[in-house]
């Protein structure tokens, strides 16, 4: 919404049971031909296209039927132009001869792109190790953790801290060198994972939002935090009603000499350092979960329905909306954005024109694979901007170690 183009969203429907994909794919007809819910791709004669004859068209369509026809046919993009030839025209007499030329392209889109679907959102690991810190001294670690609903609750984050002494050292000739690193995270993870001061159960602790563990057995050991799942709440029944939030939780660590009233509330002080954070995994938005195609379907509504616009709270008044969204399903969108195709259509004045913009969700698998070959066949090969982080853990007899692959910054 942001960039303000004039938006169509497709929602392709899921595979009925026993069906195929010609179910929700149309692979013959014309647009008139679609019945509602099913989602094709046309050439610039109204023909279905397929995979093998999209490309030699001038431009396409894309085209999805509808359930309430009064008034309106079926819901339709403006014309693409891909990789495809372009029309001309040739004027013998009084005649008009309208040719194809497969030597010459023109193309109109500026965007194609496709987000792969990841369900999961990654949570945000960090490793606490390299720690300085010799026998009995005072040790704070600080957490502060962020999110959409985290900073409406608190300033700057939800931040607390925990204090421990380092543990005695073993007597020898240089009894304050050293210190047992396993048992002084052992006493930061008793005092992490204590439940929260007062009698009220709902009050919130270091467990609402992280888990902790200690890896490894000697001096090299580290403490891993992790963030936990960001709550799901209740989703309303009304139509009206805008529930899919958008957020992730993440949050930064600060471990240091001396009490917390020491600490800055923004930043650390290099001068009493005494271990070193390092994120191993950053948290990760979920993408494609059918929450947030409904909520698309809902922020585009405006732009798909002929008449009654406006969605209002009782259902009776919302005719003309329909939605295709499967609950449970994972989703792939891909997003197409061009101008017009007819230059001559372009009205010059003092204002911005304003592009288009498609975007198609359809379930991943069989239908995304569809989808994708048609889209390839016109327009190349999408970027996928939704690659999912993945974790790989390996055990040793010692320790652990998680990497990850992710770009995401906090």
Known sequence: MSDFSLTTLFVVPTIPSGGSINDVIANSGKTQNLTAGKVGFFKSNYDVAVASDIAASPYFYVAQGRANTYLQGSKRSDKIAGNGAVQSFTLTGDAQTIAVNPNTTKTNVTEWYKVSGCPTAANQITNVGGWNVHCGDIVTLTLRAHSSYIDTLYFNGFTRSVTVQAPCCDCGSSPCDTVDVPALIDAFIAKLTQAAPGINPDNISFNTFYT?????????????????????????????????????????????????????????DNCNIVAT????????????????????????????????????????????????????????????????????AYQWG???????????????????????????AALGTPVDNGVCITTTTTTTSSSSTTTTTTTLQP
């Open 212 to 268: 902790f563990r200690r890896i490894g057995d000697d001096a090299n050991a580290t403490l891993e935090i992790q963030g936990v799942p960001l709550t799901v709440y209740g989703q309303p029944c009304d139509v009206a009603a805008f529930p899919q939030e958008y957020d992730r939780m993440w949050f930064r660590t600060f471990v240091y000499s001396g009490p917390a009233t020491t600490a800055d509330f923004i930043v650390d």
């Open 277 to 344: 954070p390092v994120v191993t995994q950053r948290s990760s938005y979920a993408t494609g979960q059918a929450a947030e195609i409904a909520q698309l379907e809902k922020n585009f509504y405006s732009y798909q329905a002929g008449y009654l616009k406006h969605l209002y709270r009782m259902n009776g008044f919302n005719e003309n909306f329909e939605s295709y969204v499967a609950g449970g399903v994972t989703y792939d969108t891909y997003y197409i954005k061009f101008n017009e195709y007819d230059k001559s």
């Open 350 to 376: 003092a204002y911005v024109p304003e592009d288009s913009q498609v975007i198609i969700a359809a379930p991943t698998g069989t239908v995304s694979n569809k989808v994708s070959e048609i889209l390839s």
